[in-house]
């Protein structure tokens, strides 16, 4: 079966850190390009950063570079995002997918506000 789970949300301060975590299961996961997006209720899925099965640059939205890192440990099957100096624009759900077979976990909540 086909899954992703995400973890990590939560209530942060501006200025914060926060490290969002995905345990994918049921696909190859160490051959697949892997994703974060963020939505906030009203508006549209955003892509924030993707990376790449093995190494290589990753990319970023333009809104969170510089503060946001994504990374994979392939042998574990987990895909990280550590965001840094987080400000409330980035409050969202965010969600762990895999952009070739539109997959998406339930999503972890991120609110920043002091």
């Known amino acids: 079966q086909l899954q992703l789970v995400e973890s990590g949300g939560g209530l942060v301060q501006p200025g914060g850190s926060l490290t969002l975590s995905c345990a994918a299961s049921g696909f190859f996961f160490e051959g697949e390009d892997m994703a974060w997006a963020r939505q906030v209720p009203g508006q549209g899925l955003e892509r924030v950063a993707r990376?790449?099965?093995?190494?290589?640059?990753?990319d970023y939205a333009d809104s969170v570079k510089g503060r946001f890192t994504i990374s994979r440990d392939n042998a574990k099957s987990a895909l990280y995002l550590q965001m840094n100096n987080l400000n409330p624009e980035d409050t969202a759900v965010y969600y762990c997918?895999?952009?070739?077979?539109?997959?998406r976990g339930q999503g972890t909540q991120v609110t920043v506000s002091s």
């Open positions: 997918n895999v952009p070739r077979l539109e997959l």
């Open positions: 990376i790449q099965p093995y190494g290589g640059p990753a």
